[in-house]
């Protein structure tokens, strides 16, 4: 029997694994329903397992299939970038995948991409938006070289290096006279990470209720913007809105300034690329305020 794996046995796999539907997955992948079953039986007796469990409403994962998934993604992104390395402009020599929440692309990142990009014109850059805890596992997988993050993660096979800063501010839609106010104001929490919450608890001597949680900086800004909101925001994406009196600064709650860091693998095989990377990033996400209030390490 060939040991041989198909990628779009396993593109068939995860589909049916996400929708939990032969059904609904062969729609998904233009397939025929008895195409999607015959693709899962293949690989079923490629791998000599038993990867759902088929009842009559309902489709469940076997042990096996569980464990197939996570190898499953890793194979399929790697394929991915070895058809995208593989296709690169001749000017370019390799591919380098960044990686950040969505927030700090929101914040940080997203305005300096172009800048960054022509900086490095023999390099060909993708990018990818992940939560903390899956970049530091696409990190550790090889399918993403580099993450920007808050919270830089204590594990060996990583290095981390120092970006810059981020000065974040409470601001609200209209003018407060004191930070009992925002009692009457909707809060919009933004995922700052763990030291920033830390520190929020501090610098708001009561709870704040969110009326809306999100990741993502250009939706919390939306809000406040259309309606009677107050968050913790970047200085950078706030101050033109300060100064034109649309946003205002909550007395009393001190600016925040939370580090922004660059995590690789040692060893990458790309490093010098990397480091390039790094370089260049830092010269555009070093933020130029002042005033802001470092945290102390934990």
Known sequence: MSSS????????????????????????LYLTQSAVSFRIRQLEELLGVKLFERYRHNIQLTPAGERLVSHAQAILTAW???TQEVGLHERQRLQLVLGAPSNLWDAVLQE???????????????TDTLNSHALVRSLLEHTL?????????????????????????????????????????????????????????????HTLNPVLQTSQT?????????????????????????????????????????????VYRNNNGKQQAIAELVNTMRTHTANGQSGGTPLQPE
């Open 218 to 262: 250009s939706i919390a800004l939306e809000y406040l913007l259309r309606d009677n909101g107050a968050a913790f925001m970047p200085l950078r994406v706030v101050a033109p809105l300060l100064d034109e009196g649309q946003l205002h600064r909550v007395p009393g709650i001190a600016q925040v300034r939370r580090e922004l860091f660059a």
């Open 80 to 82: 991915q970038r070895a």
């Open 112 to 126: 300096h991409l172009v800048s960054i990009a022509r900086q490095l014109p023999d390099v060909a850059l993708s």
């Open 5 to 28: 794996v198909d990628t779009a046995l396993l593109r068939t796999f995860l589909e049916v694994q996400k929708t939990r539907h032969f059904g609904r997955a062969a729609e998904n």
């Open 145 to 205: 070289d580099l993450a920007v993050l808050l919270d830089p993660p204590k594990v060996e096979e990583l290095s981390t290096d120092s970006l810059g800063w981020l000065d974040l501010v409470m601001v609200s839609s209209r003018e407060l006279q004191t930070p009992a106010q925002l009692d009457e104001t909707d809060f919009v929490l933004i995922n700052w990470g763990t030291a920033f919450s830390i520190r929020q608890a501090k610098a708001v001597s």
